[in-house]
């Protein structure tokens, strides 16, 4: 199989991952919401670094709010969430770590983290029209971000040790016919 076609669909699987895990959510405050896309973005970051997480991210965020009608946040997801994951990526993977060193996935999630609610922020004021009212969805991305970190760090773990055993850990290595 082409290489390049192997990455669209690992892309593809990917994106769907974070879709369907920012379907688990519970509303919270003005309109937003806490949910386990940050968390399916975060293990992606961590496992396959922001090669893969950022456009998985992108794309599966920027799904969900097409399919739940938050079409307004659309394009806002697609670049918060992809530079999320590409930024949790880079920093996780820096310097051949491949997300291997807890402190610094630490580090990256956290980065990331404040990306996202600096980016959503901005976004959330320009769509509701309210800096004051943005301000009041803090809480939620903050929320949405920590669990996040708290279920991608122990199941990173967990799937790294399964993904290493069965040779699917590094993706661009493998070769089918």
Do not use: E
């Not at 996935?105 to 600096?118: E, G, H, Q, R």
């Amino acid at each position: 199989m082409n290489k390049n076609t192997k990455y669209v669909i690992y892309v593809g699987m990917f994106s769907a991952l974070c879709t369907v895990a920012t379907f688990i959510k519970v509303p919270f405050g003005n309109g937003a919401m806490v949910h386990l896309g940050s968390a399916m973005i975060f293990t992606l970051s961590i496992l396959f670094g922001g090669k893969y997480s950022a456009p998985a991210g992108a794309i599966g965020s920027a799904f969900f709010d097409l399919l739940l009608g938050f079409s307004p946040y659309t394009l806002w997801s697609f670049l918060i969430k992809g530079i999320a994951g590409a930024l949790a990526g880079s920093i996780s993977h820096y310097n051949g770590n491949k997300g291997k060193n807890l402190i610094l996935n630490i580090f990256a999630l956290i980065i990331a983290s404040l990306w996202t609610l600096v980016g959503y922020i901005g976004a959330w004021t320009v769509v509701i029209g309210s800096y004051q009212a943005a301000l009041l969805n803090i809480p939620s991305s903050l929320m949405s971000s920590a669990m996040g970190m708290i279920i991608a760090l122990p199941l990173s773990m967990v799937l790294r040790k399964a993904l290493s055993k069965s040779g699917h850990l590094d993706l661009d290595a493998q070769t089918y016919n």
